[in-house]
């Protein structure tokens, strides 16, 4: 089963608005991880939080993590129509070298 | 290279042939990884190399689907005897391993994937 379950599946915003995703998580993490994946091709890094973090920032990115409620999510703020793409959450935990991801969910931003 | 690079980018092929599909990882990463994309689904698991070997293939979904890496570099994911339920996209991805450090071992480098159809 996922370990990561991302939150809606899909989300359709104006250019300009704010887009939040969650990710739910089932056991203890070492860090989680969101990724990218636009049509046709390979996810791309954003960023990774540590369990001992609750907040990071990359640009227009921000995401929190609590890791008493399993959960993490990512706000993209002033969202771009070049957003569009699909995101996914990934957990590691504890010695493991393999990220479990979510199913993802879809964003459309509409210019 | 610069990234990871994944071919064929497509293969079309027919129900009972097998089919080889190939990644050439980030120069320097030690760890590898294969997972399939069905439409719409998120990443299933297959396979993770560290080196040449592989500590975890419990992601294989039979017996027909079998990967080597050599060199610690090039690795081919093969699919013999493809049935139609095969068809997905592949894709591979690299990472540093710990030579990355704690945090960077869990970072993956993707390539942009091969969408295999069998008819």
């Known amino acids: 089963s996922q370990q990561g379950e991302e939150d809606p599946q899909a989300l359709s915003i104006q250019e300009g608005e704010n887009a939040t995703m969650n990710c739910s998580y089932k056991t203890s993490i070492n860090n989680l991880q969101w990724y990218r994946q636009n049509s046709g091709r390979g996810l791309v890094h954003l960023i990774l939080?540590?369990?001992?973090?609750r907040e990071k920032h990359s640009g227009r990115l921000r995401v929190t993590l609590d890791t008493s409620k399993k959960s993490s999510s990512l706000l993209i703020t002033a969202s771009r129509a070049a957003d569009t793409a699909s995101y996914f959450c990934a957990t590691a935990s504890g010695g493991s070298y393999i990220p479990t991801f979510g199913r993802g969910t879809s964003l459309i931003v509409h210019p | 290279g610069a990234g990871v690079s994944q071919s064929p980018s497509n293969k079309v092929t027919e129900k009972g042939k097998d089919v080889e599909l190939r990644c050439d990882p980030i120069?320097?990463?030690?760890?590898l990884y294969w997972y399939r994309q069905s439409l719409g689904q998120g990443l299933e698991f297959l396979i993770y190399f560290q080196g040449n070997s592989a500590p975890d293939k419990s992601g294989l979904p039979s017996d027909r689907f079998s990967a080597e890496r050599t060199g610690g570099s090039v690795s081919t994911l093969t699919i013999q005897r493809t049935q139609q339920e095969d068809s997905a996209v592949y894709l591979c991805a690299s990472s540093p391993g710990l030579a990355g450090g704690l945090l960077a071992k869990n970072i993956q480098y993707f390539g942009a994937g091969t969408r295999l159809s069998v008819l």
């Open positions: 120069s320097g990463h030690t760890a």
């Open positions: 939080i540590r369990s001992n973090e």
